[in-house]
């Protein structure tokens, strides 16, 4: 559509710099017929538009005070406009109703709280994270003050009920104190079940907790997230201002990140709401808190497990070891977030740090000692067996080995040993000899066993190959002085 200015420099190039059409238009990249056009125009008129009828034109006011009177339908408005002879499409008006339709916003109150009266609670949820080999899902607890605003973060791989209260605790510990009432979503870990015009049924572990460390709990309405708009505005700063542009290799340091976040940014700035620095509003918030629980709640979750055959339980796919001779035996197991341990009747059997990696086989090296060591002494004897077998005086035997030497066992063995290299009749033979030395020991029976063993070389005929050898022989001149008696001469 040409435009007043574009029609203004359209007859200035003609005019006073006598360009023509083809030239003025490659000059501003138009049609050299529109061009034309304009210049035999001796004033700008702008194009008329007419406006468009629609068969809904006659209808319109009736379908405006329909609207009005009651948020009808766009089928129940095609309905009744039938009855008044409309004969055009159900798209046609549907495609009007949601064009002129007021948006109905619900009212709500905003909500005021007093210093230390309460603290608002969610999760926050943003992609996955590299965990050891594999790949988790991130999360992040979100509580604040409602009064000052000031907030705590922690990010974790999981949103179980370990973690839940893990990061209550730690939030309480980051405040200094605990507030009246903590406000939570109708979140499982919190809240179990709502029925209308009932009181919510609140997790009883979560329940015990909070009357551990002294704060009421307050669940949210069903859809109602505007009640707990602080916290929820706190998880969406959360993730514009700290995770945006966030490079996140690993999980390791990710907590450590944020804890500088939350020091130096978080609860340093001018909130958009308060005004005010919330570092500076914990001030007021703080004489009104409770001290934290003198001892800390035992947060571990507890379940039922039985070890299988190869003394592993199972957690989040990886294993986890416990002693050996409880193979097969059922266990109590404790979860927490940075470890688990393992229980048979109230006795402590494994204590293991929790891996969040996955198909891991956590062992400790003690745990399969004593499978190794009943293995052992069954080879032991099957040794012992077969040294029995070698002789039937091999009992005996062993018990002279017994009082001669400080580890017979060990004597067995090379004895066995010795029967696979020579015979077992050999080495029963060789037995019943020590018997006869009084030699009671593998060596002896090696000894015996080499000289029976050992073939002996009979003497050789001298042969001389030329007889006139015998002839060279030199033979001295025996001394017969020595035969003399004395006094003999």
Known sequence: MMDYE??????????????????????????????????????????????K????????????RMLEKHNYTATQVYQQLQELN????????????????????EPYLKL?????????????????????????RLSFFVMVLCYSRFMYVEFTVSQTMEHWLSC??????FFGGVPARVMVDNLKSAVLKRIVGQDPVFNRKYLDFSRHCGFDISACNVRKGNEKGIVESGVGYVKKNFLNGLDIQDFSHLNTACRNWLGNIANARIHGETKKIPAEMLTQDLPHLQALAIHPYDIGTVSQVRASSQFRVALDSNRYSVPAEYAGAALTMKIYPDRICLY????LLARHIRCYDRNKDIENPDHPKALLAKRRKAKTQMI??????????????????????????AHIHRIVALSEIYTCEA????????????????EYIANILEQKNRVEEKTGVLHLTRASDLLDLDIAKPDMSLYRTPGEE
Request: with cysteine.
């Open 6 to 51: 574009t029609y203004c420099k359209i007859k200035k190039l003609h005019d006073q710099e006598g360009l023509s059409c083809t030239q003025i238009a490659d000059e501003i990249a138009l049609d050299p017929r529109t061009v034309r056009k304009w210049i035999q125009q001796e004033r700008y008129r702008p194009r008329q538009s007419t406006p």
């Open 53 to 64: 009828t629609s068969i809904l034109d006659p209808f319109k006011p009736e379908i405006n």
């Open 86 to 105: 409309y004969d055009g499409s159900y798209n046609t008006i549907k495609r009007y109703v949601r064009k002129i339709r007021p948006k109905r916003s």
């Open 112 to 136: 005021s709280f007093a210093p230390g009266e309460c603290a608002q609670v969610d999760w926050g949820s943003f992609g996955s994270v590299n965990v050891g080999n594999t790949r988790r």
């Open 168 to 173: 209550h605790q730690h939030a309480f510990e």
């Open 344 to 347: 048979h009747e109230d006795k």
């Open 384 to 409: 012992y067996k077969r040294f029995l077998s070698l002789s039937p005086r091999a009992h005996e035997y062993y018990e002279a080995l017994a009082e001669k030497r400080f580890n017979p066992a």
């Open 427 to 442: 080495v029963e033979r060789a037995m019943d000899d020590a018997f006869v030395f009084r030699a009671f020991s593998a």
